[in-house]
């Protein structure tokens, strides 16, 4: 059986993060979200991908290539402009006969993946706190009756997870579906059709992650880390601590006073220390360097990206190229304990986080003994200069002094 | 003059074709046509826009095609002329962009074979031709049709015996090979392309090609293959559709603060005053340089006349500008001399042919173009990029002013060579240039101001453009904009020219607009203004924002901001620019697709 990974999307709610990325190229745990969903479909038993690709489709490309390096498969398949999700797979017609079709900005659980490869056309559920941003599902007995987009008052929590289990048949009812009222044509329009003629399975998931904002990339990389074991691979000198699950790339030198505490992933090609706390559930890529007396907190930090000194960094995310001057820290926590709400594209969204620190794009230096407060978004190429206080969201190519 | 797009793949070739025929109707848009194989080769073609095509054509299978949008050089405009073009049996299918010369010969020696033409067009013959050679294998017949063939071409080929392939030739004429996963394209531009792949394979002089949907093979006359490089395209459709506004013209010139700033950005060093070009023509801008001819064509000449001026200005070396047709049979070449070819496209015919004389006769030609790949970047010594992106409207404008810019800083790094120029000078220059993307943005927020000007030459006959110095060359392109987009007839004029013969076409109904400096020649100006006024015709000035004086002489005034001698023209261009839009918009007229032309012209 091929597995469909949908992979076309730019995920314009991930900005800046996906200015200079597709989404699913997005770091979790060292590895891009595409990766693990990869991992974890072949580890299922998939052998034979096709990525459908769109937004720098090129960078999809050079990393997974023909799919060697992970003894698979993948032909990718370019979706053009998207018209939505039964457009992407309206693109794949010929390639495929009984298929597996997952979104790849979703991580899905192996055991998950294995129950919707069994015979006959299934769709994967997962029951959800929060429906209202999602398609409600409605089954009767484990049979999917219907399908509603994003309903006010959910009639269940039970919603559509975003993997499907089709053959052939479903390329007859994409064909009659027509433009959706925000113009797209959505596969869950045809799997209505579908489901008023034939019969579909709704399996309902034990493990789920979808990431739509750019905080949901710390619960996924809290949720992976959780599960990595021990792995050293590069040099530690004396005099450091190292406690609970930890992986370290090659020539990667962890230098005296570090104190790391796991589950943390270091890349390749590190310099980690003198003197620094690393804290659990962050993931530093490659090329980093992490210096005196610097704090990490749950966090996401790029390749090529400097901590250097005296810098605090907690429950956040820093892109590729950045470089942190002396004395800057980053605030996660409001003084009223309250959640923290985040201006994204102009629209201010609650992150459900008591804990956030702030999103940094690519090649964004700061000066030093420079602030930033709790849910800043900082936009590529961006300067904050000393001592300045950075808030709200920053466009791209700004200059705050 | 044509667009070309081919397709093999996965996909409905039918919707793959007309999107991307959709997006090359720069190229010409006379008719169109499509062939698929679906089973058997079906053609379909029609007169008019690609719309009108799009129509006419029922909804088929097949995911090989191909698809040709004209613009007729060989035989009138008729529903049989255009393309593609079929063999006798109908079964194979050409579609070709360039001029076969000796097309009638061939069509008689083909006569005389048997074939029957159904056209006017010199393509039909290469139809013919592959007939003749074809023995179970289209690329082969291909090559052996191409060894006849005199002239230049960009050729594509299907056989309903061979579906799942097509084949292409080029010379002389842009063909580009798409690369996508489990489909691949040709076609003559790459924003035919953008939609489905941004991976493009440039193909050479003499190259022949053939696709299918999982290979790309490059081969010469001998069938020898070549590897030709695959390149990544960094702009996105976004760049190439209009964005919001009701022209891409318009859009394109709402661009250029950003173009500005780009064709800048990385050439002026902020750190050290000095003038870099990132692309490697050290060994051209070399001060032992006696003189040099800046050949161009179009729009592309007024923007060489604006660098005369401001290289002249800032160096000791001649530059003289010469018109592509002409100088490539009637040109002055010497070894010392540099050969400036200016095409955004980088594939004007005009300007390739000269820039090929220019090197017989063992002069170093550098190209500024807009378009890296793209034929003249290739024959030249060096090329200077003019990072202008995508431009669409038949219009030049952004890339007429990015072209200005090249040139002064061409001027600027000969001045550096030659120590023209101290460092303070070259400071003052350089503070300037940086300010020159806001000043374009002021003149962009008064297009209010432009518009409400425009309503007094909109029934106008005929109009004058003049001014002095770079403001000279700047009024010929203010004419050239207004005739090519509003159909008014314009003329543009050094001022002090017009007392000598000009006058006698000058009446109270023919409105002159006049650019104005503070610089040496104001005074003059100001009498030419009085002389004009005098016949009774009325004056629409262009000129600074500190200007006073000219209140009291002209009827109307377009102000643009300045607080320096440096470039003025960029500002002036843009106000020249919106002044013809909002003419041609409130006279209604086809302001992206103007009669009668197309964006660039490929042939001679």
Redesign the interface.
Known sequence: MKCVILAAGEGKRMHPLTYTRPKVMLPIAGKPILEWNLLNARAAGLKEFIFV?SYK??MV?EYFADGKTWNVKI????Q??PQGTAHAIS?I???VNDFLIMCGDTIFGINDIKNMIKKGTKMGVIKAENATEYGVVELKGNQVQKITEKMDQPLSNIINAGVYHFNKQIFDYIRKTEKSPRGEFEITDSINMLVSKESMEGVLLNEWRDVVYPWHLLDANEEILKKIDKKIRGEIDKNTTILGNVIIGKNSRILAGSYIEGPVVIGDDCKIGPNCYIRPYTTIGSRCHIGNACEIKNSIIMDNSNVPHLNYVGDSIIGQNCNLGAGTTIANLRLDKKNISVILNGKKINSGRRKLGAIIGDNVQTGINSIMDVGTIVGNNTFIGPGAIAKDEIKSNSKIL | MCGIIGYVGFRDARTVVLESLKRLDYRGYDSAGVAIIDKNLKVFKEIGEIANVERHIPKIKGTTGIGHTRWATHGGVTKENAHPHLSCDKKIAVIHNGIIENFSTLREELKKKGHTFRSQTDTEVIAHLIEEAYKGNLEDALVAAVKKMKGSYAIVAVSEDEPGKIVGARKESPLVIGVGDSENFLASDIPALLKYTKRVMFLNDGDFCTLTNETISVFDANKKQLKRKEELITWDVKDAEKSGFAHFMLKEIYDQPDTVHQVLRGRISEIEDTVIFPEHVEQLLKKEINSIHIVACGTSSYAGYVGKYLIEQITNIPVFVELASEYRYFGTRNENSLVIAITQSGETADTLAALREAQISGCKTLVITNVIGSTATRISDGYILQQSGPEIGVAATKTFTSQIIVLFLIGLKLALLQNMLGSDELYEYIFHLKKLPRYVREVLERSDDIRSIAKYLKDAKSVFFIGRGANYPLSLEGALKLKEISYIHAEGFAAGELKHGPFALLTKDTPVVAIITQDETYDKILANIGEIKARGSKVIAIAEDKDTEIEKHADYILRFPTDTKVLPCIQITVVLQLLAYHVANLRKCSIDKPRNLAKSVTVE
């Open positions: 690709v489709s090129e490309r032909t990718y398949v370019n053009g402009t693109v017609e010929s390639f």
